[in-house]
């Protein structure tokens, strides 16, 4: 009888085996279809598998009387209602870490082809225009240039310390201050930090505690030669404050890789040329994407042999 409940219709090929390697699993992936699993499979279950932004609630985890562990796939769990798992002495466990590399360097890419026009240039080849006789317009240098990282925490390190690399100022918003000589705090205001930089990265957590975290007045202090990277979660940027100064040129552009409605963006980015769009692809490596399903499976496993949890949330 099943004792794993597969939640998410995002797990590739390998990553479901990988799930079904841990114990017999029984894959639902809609509210409707985990209310219509028989009564009886629905008590036999003890751990679900999720995946990308599957919300799962209370009441999702009511339908479980027995449910002992969520184990996640990514880092943030802002899909699950943590607050309610722990009043059902629910376990949660995510994938930290083994995607901080991955996820700086997109951030660090983004940045680049953003300052570098690097998309327009491969077009400029392709479409025949250098061939023309006509010369890329110049664009920006981003070596030394002064970055602003919302958010601290490991990857926000692993951005910072790339871009330390790239000899820029490193400033950031954190809870508390690092032990990182020569970079500036801004406590946990975010106004104060886009007022000091060129750059603003945003790489601090999602879900209720951050949403609109990068606020109308951050992106205003940014200024009209300020850009906006956002790896984190759509919710962390007033995407509406963003759109309107965007459109009106208050900031200079916009790379993100995770939006409001995904995979759905907003027309109104979509149309501007200052913006640099990505499909929510930070953590996307074929390694990077096993590491994860890996520890989200060693986590399922430890709790079913009854083993301490790797990645613990609660
Ligand atoms: C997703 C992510 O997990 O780790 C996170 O928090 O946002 C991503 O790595 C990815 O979309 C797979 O679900």
Not at 91 to 105: F, G, I
Not at 217 to 237: F, K, M, P, T
Not at 281 to 298: G, P, W
């Amino acid at each position: 009888d099943p004792v794993i409940l597969l939640s998410s219709d995002a797990f590739t090929d390998d990553e479901r085996a990988r799930v079904m390697a841990q114990g017999p699993t029984v894959a639902a992936v809609t509210p409707e279809a985990r209310q219509a699993l028989p009564e009886a499979v629905r008590q036999g279950i003890r751990a679900v598998a999720n995946k990308a932004h599957m919300p799962f609630d209370g009441p999702q985890m009511d339908l479980f009387p027995n449910l002992e562990l969520i184990a996640h796939f990514g880092v943030g769990y802002d899909a699950i209602d943590v607050a309610a798992a722990s009043a059902r002495g629910i376990r949660v466990t995510n994938t930290p870490d083994v995607l901080n590399e991955d996820v700086a360097d997109l951030a660090v890419a983004m940045m680049l082809a953003f300052s570098r026009d690097i998309i327009r240039g491969d077009a400029w080849v392709r479409e025949g225009t250098w061939a023309s006789g006509r010369e890329l317009p110049l664009n920006r240098k981003m070596s030394g240039a002064r970055a602003g990282i919302a958010g601290m925490g490991r990857i926000g390190r692993a951005i910072a310390d790339r871009l330390a690399a790239f000899g820029m100022e490193i400033h950031y918003t954190s809870r508390s201050e690092k032990q990182t000589p020569g970079w500036h705090w801004h406590g946990n205001d975010v106004v104060s930090l886009a007022g000091a930089v060129d750059w603003l990265v945003v790489a601090v957590v999602g879900g209720e505690e951050t949403r609109g975290y990068v606020s109308k007045e951050a992106l205003a202090a940014l200024g009209s030669d300020g850009v906006v990277v956002n790896i984190a979660r759509g919710s962390c940027i007033d995407e509406e404050a963003l759109i309107a100064a965007l459109e009106a040129r208050e900031i200079a552009g916009a790379a993100l890789d995770v939006f409001y409605n995904e995979p759905h963006v907003d027309a109104r980015l979509v149309a501007l040329d200052t913006v640099l769009l990505q499909p929510h692809q930070a953590s996307a490596t074929v390694e990077t994407r096993r590491d994860m399903s890996v520890l989200q499976c060693d986590n399922l496993a430890a709790h079913l042999a009854g083993r301490a949890l790797l990645t613990p949330v609660n």
